[in-house]
């Protein structure tokens, strides 16, 4: 992890910070965040298909320890879902296992994303769990292959490229045939378990998207380096590989001109649209990632 990175982490991490933050709500995180409510969300939606980008949704809400309120977000998740499905656009919906109580019970876990789940397929809805912190990678690669062993074939799963053990587990994931979506990562992690320096994330990005492509798995190729985008689009091209294997994937609010470049392209390109009124820990990483963020911040707490 870049000293960067760690350093806004930990301030961002102190109460007094977040109460800043929070005070200002989402006149700060508005760029990165489509608001707090579902139906600012699905206006972000309609605006990004007016470009050509597809949306991927996601209800903000992590590291839930109380099955009643894991509870909650698996409705709201639901919600979402059928709401995307009444749509006539490409529908995608991110979800944390831990948002569905998977630090209280794997079990719980489970039988919540089996629901959203058997709600998404109804809709034509594609769900991606996403990967969280190194502790919890092991569990969430559990339920994924709990539900494709149950039959769900709507379901993929994230790989991070600083871990030291993606390569692994994707190896291991790989007779599920899986639909990876391959990412830097963005989580503080000890250098036991992820990669400091950014060649060798950068390499072993590469590793995880020509993998899983050799195999003929669909994968989301998710970043903004343009590097590793201009790689991914000649390696690809250099072995005609179909471009309805592979896409591009963004966060919302982040090089938007390089979104709507990509899909002019005729790339298939999603945006990742978070939404809700827990939106802290996910605005903090997005300043970590990159000083641009920060700046932007910082302006608009001096703005009167």
């Given at each position: ?270 945006a990742y649209v978070p939404f809700g009124k827990y939106w802290y820990p996910y605005f ?21």
């Amino acid at each position: 992890m870049s000293l960067w990175r760690k350093s806004v982490l930990a301030i961002a991490n102190r109460p007094a910070i977040e109460g800043l933050v929070r005070r200002y709500g989402m006149r700060l995180a508005r760029r990165f965040i489509a608001g707090e409510t579902l139906e600012e969300a699905l206006a972000a939606v309609h605006r990004l298909e007016e470009d050509g980008i597809h949306a991927i949704l996601d209800v903000l809400g992590e590291m839930v320890k109380d099955e009643a309120m894991a509870r909650a977000f698996a409705e709201e998740i639901k919600k979402a879902v059928r709401a995307f499905a009444a749509l006539p656009y490409p529908r995608y919906v991110s979800v944390k296992l831990t948002q569905l109580g998977l630090d209280t019970s794997e079990e719980l876990a489970k039988e919540l994303l089996g629901e959203i789940l058997a709600e998404a397929k109804a809709g034509e809805v594609f769900i991606r769990i996403d990967m969280e912190d190194s502790p919890r990678v092991d569990k969430t690669l559990a339920v994924y292959r709990a539900m494709r062993e149950a039959g769900f074939e709507n379901v993929g799963i994230v790989l991070q490229a600083y871990l030291k053990r993606s390569e692994a587990d994707l190896e291991a994931l790989l007779p599920y045939r899986p639909h990876i979506r391959v990412v830097k990562g963005a989580y503080a992690e000890p250098p036991e378990v992820a990669f400091p320096d950014l060649p060798t994330i950068r390499a072993t990005f590469k590793a995880l998207v020509e993998k899983n492509l050799r195999a003929g798995n669909p994968t989301a190729i998710a970043t903004h380096d343009d590097a590793l985008i201009r790689w991914a689009k000649d390696w690809a091209r250099e072995r005609d590989i179909p471009r309805n294997l592979y896409e591009f994937q963004f966060l919302y609010g982040v090089r938007p001109a390089l979104q709507k470049k990509t899909a002019r392209e005729g790339y298939t390109t999603r945006a990742y649209v978070p939404f809700g009124k827990y939106w802290y820990p996910y605005f903090s990483r997005r300043i970590a990632e990159r000083p641009e963020n920060a700046l932007f911040v910082l302006r608009g707490l001096l703005k009167p």
